[in-house]
């Protein structure tokens, strides 16, 4: 009988302390914050970004990361819930970040038409508003995209936001889409789905991208990458993702590794 072959465990990477998940969702599962954050620790992720979807998520989440200084945070609701999207919601939002200096993005936002969770006038209604809201308070973009590129781009560009702090959120297109993004000055961050086999597009043009304009994310729960893929993803995995992108770039694992988190801590304007 044959052994069932184990999965290696991820802090055998060996990966420093300099890792940084630039995205994930910690407080919308039973995760044990606590725990989660010191497998990530172990596994060489100094930094991560939690994605609040919504004031009412980050009013009654946020304390979980009262202790927590290598966590920062991401404000904004996403396309799938646009059609309960308020003007108070707006309002709550220009607020906390106003307050919270731990809040150093609007995202993540933007339009999604692969599911019809929300009908498209209220998608692009709210992504507009808080483009606006993310102009008025100089604060960074982060972006969710699914089937609706050129209606993004196109809202994006009539904002003015080439040359401005913006960030793609798991990108997952080919070379082509990648340039479209590069070209207006903005920044990729690359999810687990690079380690799949299918995802030819994106791993084509994750060696395109410029080094300094490069993050990582595990979108936690989602997207585990392999050897992981099926299973709750978290910021310990995401050494893997680093594996398959130094592979595919042709560049050493912990120079990419550390560089990629430096990019995280720059764009998020955390150093210092």
């Not at 914050?33 to 980050?58: H, I, K, Q």
């Not at 936001?161 to 793609?168: A, K, P």
Request: net charge negative; glycine share 8%; hydrophobic share 40%.
């Amino acid at each position: 009988m044959s052994k069932k072959k184990e999965r290696q465990l991820p802090e055998t990477l060996g990966l420093a302390p300099v890792g940084a998940d630039s995205h994930a969702h910690l407080d919308g599962r039973d995760y044990d914050v606590d725990a989660v954050l010191s497998r990530a620790r172990a596994c060489g992720v100094r930094t991560v970004g939690n994605v609040f979807l919504g004031p009412e998520a980050y009013h009654a989440s946020r304390a979980l990361f009262e202790s927590r200084e290598d966590v920062f945070f991401l404000l904004g609701v996403h396309p799938h819930d646009a059609a309960k999207m308020t003007e108070a919601n707006l309002e709550a939002m220009r607020e906390a970040f106003l307050a919270d200096a731990r809040l150093r993005a609007v995202g993540e936002v933007g339009l999604d038409y692969y599911y019809d969770f929300s009908p498209l006038r209220d998608q692009q209604y709210w992504f507009r508003r808080q483009l606006e809201l993310a102009l008025d308070l100089d604060q960074r973009v982060v972006i969710h995209c699914r089937d609706a590129e050129d209606d993004c781009l196109d809202m994006l560009d009539d904002l003015g936001f080439g040359g401005r702090s913006l960030l793609w959120h798991c990108f997952g297109l080919g070379p082509d889409w990648a340039e479209k993004l590069l070209i207006r000055g903005w920044h990729i961050s690359v999810p687990g789905t690079v380690t799949y086999a299918k995802a030819e597009g994106l791993r084509e043009a994750v060696k395109i991208i410029p080094a300094d304009r490069l993050l990582l994310e595990t979108d936690a729960p989602y997207l585990s990458p392999e050897p992981y893929r099926g299973k709750t993803n978290e910021p310990a995995l995401l050494g893997f993702t680093a594996r398959e992108l130094a592979l595919l770039r042709g560049e050493d694992l912990h120079a990419l590794w550390e560089r990629c988190g430096n990019n995280a801590r720059e764009f998020f304007g955390l150093n210092g």
